[in-house]
């Protein structure tokens, strides 16, 4: 099983879900979500790159790593977030986003255990970006709550 087309695929879905926010928040929210999807395409990037260097065949259990993925909101993402954006709940695509983040964390978290050697210094460095793009989500979900 190919992990850097797993985290490929997971960025392009996060990617597609935050050009929807970006498109239909609150202005003053726009430009983080454009911010967000800028990062996730730098993400499939770095992981694009990689692909030369590494053979990135997951060891251990890739059947726990398809099982992981499923479990998580990814699958419906954009639609969810269509969704419920459509609806004006700005503060349901939050929580959404906010999901997918985690998501994220944890699931490169796991991976860590599973790949080869050459990620690990990928992998730290976008589990960061991933917990920097949780806190601007967070303070933007506070922000709403004020309102």
Do not use: C, W
Not at 12 to 19: I, N, S, V
Not at 90 to 95: P, W
């Amino acid at each position: 099983m190919d992990l850097l087309a797993i985290a490929i695929e997971m960025e392009k879905r996060g990617a597609a879900f935050y050009d929807v926010m970006s498109r239909s928040s609150p202005p003053e929210a726009g430009h983080v979500f454009r911010h967000l999807v800028e990062m996730e395409r730098a993400h499939i990037q770095t992981f694009e790159n990689l692909r030369p260097e590494i053979a990135a065949d997951i060891e251990g259990d890739p059947e726990f790593v398809m099982a992981l993925m499923e479990s998580m909101v990814f699958p419906e993402i954009s639609l969810t977030g269509e969704t419920a954006l459509a609806a004006g709940n700005y503060e349901k695509s939050l929580e959404l986003a906010i999901g997918l983040e985690k998501d994220s964390i944890l699931f490169y978290y796991e991976l860590k255990g599973l790949q080869p050697s050459g990620l690990t210094r990928a992998l730290d460095r976008i589990i960061g970006e991933e917990k920097a793009h949780l806190s601007q989500l967070l303070e933007l979900q506070t922000a709403a709550r004020r309102r």
